[in-house]
């Protein structure tokens, strides 16, 4: 899916959309679960100024909280491997309630922190490290095997410039994209809007205001293009290839293989 934001000329920035981005709307509705539906959440995920004080909108993000302290606090009982087998599961039991959509492989390490919980999407193999922070009032789309650094900050909703237009409480948001294969190091913010392209990495300590290329590395305030990454023959790669394995996926009769 091609996610379009509009992109002010003049100083680069974000400027909201005026009409409702029906693509966008009928992508949330068809892939996205526990979504609000109404008129308010359709210009929330396309772009328009939508109200953040809608009842609905903060009853739902008050019901996300819950669910991400309770993944937050889990521990095992114990200390054997079927005390933490437990554990694990019901976190990623959670993590498929929270989240919009997912795949069958997906893990946080907490704690990590969300706005809503209804527009993130993630896709195979998607990995975060502790103190990820997801504001996603629009959608934040991950694709397979993704992995992202501790204390990265997604970052869908913004406001104006024009200290006027902030007093009227105008706060508008604009979706990001995550491709396939995509490696975003520790410390980075991605600003709203930005999609990045499959296979490329962000070094840490970036903050990510434009598109990235695919196959780039970026790195720096603002980041910026720091190497193209050539193509590699699977064949011809270095080290043994591991398997993605996650504690859920154990037997605990073979754990002692397998850890």
Known sequence: MVVNSSKDPQNKGMTPRKEIDQEMVSWAKKNLKNTPGNENYEKMVSGVPYNPYDPDLMFRALATSEKVREF????SESRTFESNHAAYIKKVEIL??????TKDIVWLTAPFSVDFGFNISVGEHFYANFNVC?????????????IVGPNTTFVTATHPISPEKRARRIVYALPIKVGNNVWIGANVTVLPGVTIGDGST???GAVVREDVPPRTVVGGVPARILKHIPEEDPDEAEGEELEFLLPVEMNVNTANQKV
């Not at 937050?72 to 521990?75: F, G, P, V």
């Not at 997801?134 to 993704?146: H, K, R, T, W, Y």
């Open 72 to 75: 937050n606090t889990i521990a």
């Open 96 to 101: 498929k309630d929270t989240f919009g959509q």
């Open 134 to 146: 997801f504001l996603d009032s629009a959608p934040i789309i991950f694709g397979d095997e993704v």
């Open 202 to 204: 962000i070094a840490a």
